[in-house]
């Protein structure tokens, strides 16, 4: 089992800054992937950002050029630093870590924290 706690979400006006973390406990050694997802108000969940074991990452268009994701392995926490942020951000940000064997894999999830950007 792995567990995921989140922190780092607030209110914030345009323009400014947030970073959320993501602490990861227990078989943390079978994640591939981490990474954020998104909901905001009435709508799906969307995919923000995801880096690999490797280190190699992926980011939305929608967040490209303004958040950064990053991981500290020894402290086994990942990172997602918001710049630039938009009323359009505010959401429930959510991490997750994967769990990939082959072709099946397996989310984690974390409780979620709000992120809310005013205008």
């Known amino acids: 089992q792995v567990q995921l706690v989140e922190s780092g979400g607030g209110l914030v006006q345009a323009g400014g800054s947030l970073r959320l973390s993501c602490a990861a406990s227990?078989?943390?050694?079978?994640?591939?992937?981490m990474g954020w997802y998104r909901q905001p108000p009435g709508k799906q969940r969307e995919l923000v950002a995801h880096?690999?074991?490797?280190?190699?990452?992926n980011y939305s268009d929608s967040v490209k050029g303004r958040f950064t994701i990053s991981r500290d392995n020894a402290k086994n926490t990942v990172y997602l630093q918001m710049n630039s942020l938009k009323p359009e951000d505010t959401a429930v940000y959510y991490c997750?870590?994967?769990?990939?064997?082959?072709?099946?894999?397996?989310?984690?999830w974390g409780q979620g924290t709000q992120v809310t950007v005013s205008s």
């Open positions: 880096i690999t074991s490797d280190g190699s990452t």
């Open positions: 997750y870590g994967r769990r990939r064997t082959g072709p099946n894999f397996y989310d984690y």
């Open positions: 227990g078989s943390i050694f079978s994640i591939n992937i």
